[in-house]
T-cell receptor, first 113, second 115 residues
Framework: RKEVEQDPGPFNVPEGATVAFNCTYS??????FFWYRQDCRKEPKLLMS???SGNEDGRFTAQLNRASQYISLLIRDSKLSDSATYLC??????????????FGTGTRLTIIP | DVKVTQSSRYLVKRTGEKVFLECVQDMDHENMFWYRQDPGLGLRLIYFSYDVKMKEKGDIPEGYSVSREKKERFSLILESASTNQTSMYLC??????????????FGEGSRLTVL
Protein backbone atom coordinates (compact mmCIF):
# COMPACT_ATOMS: atom_id res chain seq x y z
CA ARG A 1 0.00 0.00 0.00
CA LYS A 2 1.30 3.46 -0.89
CA GLU A 3 2.06 5.77 2.03
CA VAL A 4 -0.11 8.50 0.56
CA GLU A 5 -2.69 7.65 -2.07
CA GLN A 6 -4.79 9.89 -4.27
CA ASP A 7 -7.17 9.26 -7.14
CA PRO A 8 -5.24 10.70 -10.09
CA GLY A 9 -8.42 11.75 -11.88
CA PRO A 10 -8.92 13.64 -14.06
CA PHE A 11 -11.99 15.15 -12.48
CA ASN A 12 -13.83 17.17 -15.13
CA VAL A 13 -16.30 19.42 -13.39
CA PRO A 14 -18.59 22.16 -14.74
CA GLU A 15 -17.98 25.68 -13.56
CA GLY A 16 -19.96 26.50 -10.44
CA ALA A 17 -20.20 22.92 -9.25
CA THR A 18 -18.90 21.51 -5.99
CA VAL A 19 -16.15 18.95 -6.15
CA ALA A 20 -14.46 16.90 -3.46
CA PHE A 21 -11.60 14.49 -3.41
CA ASN A 22 -9.89 12.44 -0.79
CA CYS A 23 -6.42 11.32 0.08
CA THR A 24 -5.66 8.27 2.20
CA TYR A 25 -2.54 7.76 4.27
CA SER A 26 -1.11 4.57 5.70
CA UNK A 27 0.58 5.68 8.93
CA UNK A 28 -1.93 6.14 11.72
CA UNK A 29 0.64 8.23 13.63
CA UNK A 30 1.05 10.84 10.90
CA UNK A 31 1.27 14.28 12.44
CA UNK A 32 0.28 16.96 9.99
CA PHE A 33 -1.46 17.25 6.67
CA PHE A 34 -1.50 19.74 3.83
CA TRP A 35 -2.94 20.40 0.42
CA TYR A 36 -0.66 21.90 -2.22
CA ARG A 37 -1.80 23.09 -5.60
CA GLN A 38 0.26 22.69 -8.75
CA ASP A 39 -0.70 24.40 -11.98
CA CYS A 40 0.35 22.87 -15.27
CA ARG A 41 4.12 23.22 -15.75
CA LYS A 42 4.41 25.24 -12.56
CA GLU A 43 5.73 24.62 -9.07
CA PRO A 44 3.58 23.38 -6.17
CA LYS A 45 2.24 26.03 -3.80
CA LEU A 46 0.68 25.58 -0.41
CA LEU A 47 -3.09 25.77 -0.61
CA MET A 48 -3.95 25.04 3.00
CA SER A 49 -3.01 23.08 6.06
CA UNK A 50 -5.50 20.54 7.37
CA UNK A 51 -6.38 20.83 11.02
CA UNK A 52 -7.98 18.18 13.20
CA SER A 53 -11.13 20.24 13.56
CA GLY A 54 -11.32 20.91 9.84
CA ASN A 55 -10.75 24.31 8.33
CA GLU A 56 -12.17 26.56 5.68
CA ASP A 57 -10.60 29.19 3.47
CA GLY A 58 -13.15 30.86 1.27
CA ARG A 59 -14.52 28.27 -1.14
CA PHE A 60 -12.11 25.60 0.08
CA THR A 61 -12.74 23.27 3.00
CA ALA A 62 -10.28 20.70 4.28
CA GLN A 63 -11.18 17.86 6.62
CA LEU A 64 -9.20 15.23 8.47
CA ASN A 65 -10.62 11.85 9.42
CA ARG A 66 -8.06 10.12 11.63
CA ALA A 67 -10.22 7.06 12.27
CA SER A 68 -10.37 6.23 8.57
CA GLN A 69 -7.00 7.80 7.79
CA TYR A 70 -7.94 10.19 5.07
CA ILE A 71 -8.06 13.89 4.38
CA SER A 72 -10.41 15.60 2.02
CA LEU A 73 -10.61 18.79 0.02
CA LEU A 74 -13.93 20.33 -0.96
CA ILE A 75 -14.18 23.14 -3.48
CA ARG A 76 -17.47 25.00 -3.72
CA ASP A 77 -18.63 27.19 -6.61
CA SER A 78 -15.68 26.04 -8.69
CA LYS A 79 -13.95 28.55 -10.97
CA LEU A 80 -12.00 28.00 -14.17
CA SER A 81 -8.92 29.13 -12.26
CA ASP A 82 -9.29 26.15 -9.90
CA SER A 83 -8.08 23.86 -12.70
CA ALA A 84 -4.87 22.37 -11.36
CA THR A 85 -3.38 19.28 -9.78
CA TYR A 86 -3.96 19.03 -6.03
CA LEU A 87 -1.24 17.33 -4.03
CA CYS A 88 -1.89 15.73 -0.68
CA UNK A 89 1.08 15.98 1.70
CA UNK A 90 1.57 14.10 4.97
CA UNK A 91 4.14 14.77 7.67
CA UNK A 92 5.51 11.98 9.82
CA UNK A 93 7.85 12.50 12.75
CA UNK A 94 9.92 9.56 13.94
CA UNK A 95 10.76 8.71 17.55
CA UNK A 96 14.10 10.41 16.96
CA UNK A 97 12.44 13.61 15.86
CA UNK A 98 13.21 13.15 12.19
CA UNK A 99 10.60 14.66 9.94
CA UNK A 100 9.46 13.14 6.71
CA UNK A 101 7.12 14.74 4.22
CA UNK A 102 5.40 12.40 1.78
CA PHE A 103 3.68 13.78 -1.29
CA GLY A 104 0.81 12.09 -3.03
CA THR A 105 0.91 11.84 -6.79
CA GLY A 106 -1.87 14.38 -7.11
CA THR A 107 -5.45 14.64 -8.30
CA ARG A 108 -5.95 16.48 -11.55
CA LEU A 109 -8.96 18.79 -11.67
CA THR A 110 -10.30 20.50 -14.79
CA ILE A 111 -13.14 22.99 -14.54
CA ILE A 112 -15.20 23.13 -17.70
CA PRO A 113 -16.90 26.38 -18.81
CA ASP B 1 7.80 38.52 -2.36
CA VAL B 2 9.18 35.05 -1.77
CA LYS B 3 11.53 33.89 -4.49
CA VAL B 4 13.26 30.59 -5.18
CA THR B 5 15.16 30.69 -8.45
CA GLN B 6 16.46 27.69 -10.32
CA SER B 7 19.18 28.40 -12.83
CA SER B 8 17.87 26.44 -15.79
CA ARG B 9 14.31 25.64 -16.76
CA TYR B 10 15.27 23.11 -19.43
CA LEU B 11 18.47 21.12 -19.90
CA VAL B 12 19.45 18.38 -22.31
CA LYS B 13 22.54 16.38 -21.41
CA ARG B 14 24.22 13.23 -22.62
CA THR B 15 24.75 10.07 -20.59
CA GLY B 16 27.89 10.37 -18.48
CA GLU B 17 27.98 14.15 -18.41
CA LYS B 18 28.29 16.04 -15.13
CA VAL B 19 25.24 18.19 -14.44
CA PHE B 20 24.88 21.11 -12.04
CA LEU B 21 21.49 22.40 -10.99
CA GLU B 22 21.62 25.64 -9.07
CA CYS B 23 19.03 27.01 -6.68
CA VAL B 24 19.01 30.39 -4.96
CA GLN B 25 16.51 31.72 -2.44
CA ASP B 26 16.24 35.33 -1.34
CA MET B 27 14.22 34.83 1.84
CA ASP B 28 17.06 34.05 4.28
CA HIS B 29 15.56 30.59 4.82
CA GLU B 30 17.43 28.06 6.90
CA ASN B 31 16.27 24.97 5.06
CA MET B 32 16.65 23.95 1.45
CA PHE B 33 15.57 20.82 -0.37
CA TRP B 34 15.91 19.07 -3.71
CA TYR B 35 13.06 16.93 -5.02
CA ARG B 36 12.43 15.16 -8.26
CA GLN B 37 8.95 14.78 -9.68
CA ASP B 38 7.98 11.96 -12.00
CA PRO B 39 4.55 10.97 -13.33
CA GLY B 40 2.86 8.46 -11.08
CA LEU B 41 5.55 8.75 -8.39
CA GLY B 42 4.92 12.18 -6.89
CA LEU B 43 7.67 14.32 -5.43
CA ARG B 44 10.56 12.40 -3.93
CA LEU B 45 13.19 13.97 -1.70
CA ILE B 46 16.77 13.65 -2.92
CA TYR B 47 18.76 15.72 -0.41
CA PHE B 48 18.13 18.49 2.08
CA SER B 49 20.09 20.93 4.16
CA TYR B 50 19.27 22.70 7.42
CA ASP B 51 22.38 24.86 7.49
CA VAL B 52 25.38 26.00 5.50
CA LYS B 53 27.78 23.15 4.72
CA MET B 54 25.29 20.69 6.13
CA LYS B 55 23.50 18.06 4.06
CA GLU B 56 21.29 15.07 4.71
CA LYS B 57 20.21 12.28 2.41
CA GLY B 58 16.59 12.08 1.46
CA ASP B 59 14.75 9.08 0.11
CA ILE B 60 16.57 8.72 -3.22
CA PRO B 61 20.12 10.15 -2.92
CA GLU B 62 21.85 7.59 -5.13
CA GLY B 63 23.52 9.16 -8.12
CA TYR B 64 23.32 12.66 -6.68
CA SER B 65 25.32 14.95 -4.45
CA VAL B 66 24.72 18.46 -3.14
CA SER B 67 26.62 21.51 -2.04
CA ARG B 68 25.61 24.32 0.26
CA GLU B 69 28.49 26.78 0.61
CA LYS B 70 26.25 29.78 1.23
CA LYS B 71 22.94 30.03 3.02
CA GLU B 72 21.05 31.20 -0.03
CA ARG B 73 22.41 28.67 -2.51
CA PHE B 74 21.87 24.92 -2.76
CA SER B 75 23.29 23.01 -5.70
CA LEU B 76 22.39 19.55 -6.94
CA ILE B 77 25.08 17.64 -8.78
CA LEU B 78 24.73 14.62 -11.01
CA GLU B 79 28.28 13.28 -11.26
CA SER B 80 27.55 11.08 -14.26
CA ALA B 81 24.08 11.59 -15.69
CA SER B 82 22.06 8.55 -16.66
CA THR B 83 18.84 8.25 -18.63
CA ASN B 84 16.88 7.28 -15.50
CA GLN B 85 17.68 10.71 -14.10
CA THR B 86 15.53 12.34 -16.75
CA SER B 87 13.00 14.17 -14.61
CA MET B 88 11.66 17.46 -13.29
CA TYR B 89 13.85 18.71 -10.45
CA LEU B 90 12.33 21.04 -7.90
CA CYS B 91 14.21 23.06 -5.32
CA UNK B 92 12.39 24.26 -2.21
CA UNK B 93 13.14 26.26 0.89
CA UNK B 94 11.47 26.85 4.23
CA UNK B 95 12.10 29.12 7.17
CA UNK B 96 11.60 26.93 10.20
CA UNK B 97 13.77 23.94 10.88
CA UNK B 98 12.41 20.77 9.40
CA UNK B 99 10.43 20.20 6.29
CA UNK B 100 7.38 21.73 7.79
CA UNK B 101 6.58 23.97 10.65
CA UNK B 102 6.48 26.45 7.89
CA UNK B 103 5.47 26.49 4.28
CA UNK B 104 7.65 24.99 1.56
CA UNK B 105 8.43 27.45 -1.23
CA PHE B 106 9.35 25.86 -4.52
CA GLY B 107 11.28 27.06 -7.51
CA GLU B 108 9.77 26.74 -10.97
CA GLY B 109 11.63 23.53 -11.64
CA SER B 110 14.37 22.34 -13.96
CA ARG B 111 13.36 19.79 -16.55
CA LEU B 112 16.37 17.61 -17.30
CA THR B 113 16.51 15.24 -20.24
CA VAL B 114 19.42 12.80 -20.39
CA LEU B 115 20.00 11.24 -23.80
Amino acid sequence: RKEVEQDPGPFNVPEGATVAFNCTYSNSASQSFFWYRQDCRKEPKLLMSVYSSGNEDGRFTAQLNRASQYISLLIRDSKLSDSATYLCVVLDISNFGNEKLTFGTGTRLTIIP
Amino acid sequence: DVKVTQSSRYLVKRTGEKVFLECVQDMDHENMFWYRQDPGLGLRLIYFSYDVKMKEKGDIPEGYSVSREKKERFSLILESASTNQTSMYLCASSFERGQVGGELFFGEGSRLTVL
